[in-house]
């Protein structure tokens, strides 16, 4: 479609939302029309200050304000800058101040990666499923624009509220588990890799849509396993799940829930793991180390539908319900001496 040839009303609803001429004529089709009618909202009430304002409204210099932009994965080196940047300046300053500047830097960046993160996901749930869903519909494009605007203008009022209670919930369960940690032995923790086997066939057989709808359950699966047994999912690295837990035995427990979970699912490849225990190096969220490294090549050496533990993992599994198979050595990239391991077979799921 193109723009010169419009529905009634809907240029003049663009421009008063704040589009251009420009903006209008360069969106060829209902999609790039809602991704417009979207960038609109994401746009509004958003207050620009002069950089050499909002240096002198935090009391610092402007060059500190660049570099805080910088920090946080926003464009340095501009004229004008959103007025909240003063709040963010301040809030760098107090970490600063309690924690020392390499921390505070430390702890922003984390700060700036979660919430790039929630945005790119919200693009995604819109580019991926709304706008498909509008254009797939009967709906005049006026009243798809009037739906996108709203759930846009939703998603900006209700994401903040939400992501306090989730922090202040998560906040007490990290608080908890770093005293465990603490009174356990500092660092020493179970750390898991859960991938799904032969992955990149797999995602060459199926459609986009059917892949991450699958990849989204396997996600799901990990969340879902995690949480039920206090366990930490620190991160999604493609089809791969990176778990820490104090207790070598809930990291396990957790591990072969998600592979059960993945081999009784027939859209997903089976899933295989691995388990170490031992001291890791923790930072910004993330957990460092050879045993990290360690782990995530170790997986490679686990059958589909099971899982393969270090010998401090196995000692803890002695009075177990858990098969043990033999300890066997394996060869693994990096690590120059062959390290020990111990095949577990997961449960099928019925």
Known sequence: MSSMGLPDGVRERLLAAGANEDEIDRAGDDEALFTLAGDLVRRRDIAWMAIESVAAAAGTSVEEVERYCLLVGLPAREDMVPAW??????????????????????????????????????????????????????????????????????????????????????????????????????????????????????????????????????????????????????????????????????????AAAICTMAGADPGLPPARGAVGYGQVYARGGDYFGTLVNMVARAVKCAKPGHLVVTPDVAVTLVDSDVGLGAREPHTLRGIADPTDLIHIEVPTAP
């Open 85 to 254: 940047t003063v709040v963010g300046l301040e809030s760098y300053g107090v970490a600063a101040a309690y924690a020392g500047d390499a921390a505070a830097r430390a702890y922003h960046r984390v700060l700036a990666a979660a919430a790039a993160n929630v945005a790119a996901a919200a693009t995604a749930l819109f580019l991926n499923d709304v706008s498909p869903r509008l254009q797939a519909s009967e709906i005049p494009t006026a009243d798809a624009l009037d739906l996108v605007e709203t759930m846009v203008t939703e998603l900006i009022r209700r994401t903040p509220n939400g992501w306090e209670w989730l922090f202040r919930q998560h906040l007490l369960l990290s608080a908890r588990r770093g005293r465990a940690e603490h009174e356990a032995d500092l660092s020493r923790v179970a750390i898991a890799f859960v991938d799904l086997t032969d992955s990149t066939a797999w995602a060459e057989r199926v459609s986009h849509v059917d892949h991450a709808a699958a990849l989204s359950r396997f996600e799901d699966a990990a969340w879902s396993a995690s949480s039920a047994r206090g366990v930490r999912l620190v991160k999604m690295i493609g089809d791969e799940a990176m778990l820490v837990a104090t207790d070598p035995r809930d990291a396990v427990e957790v």
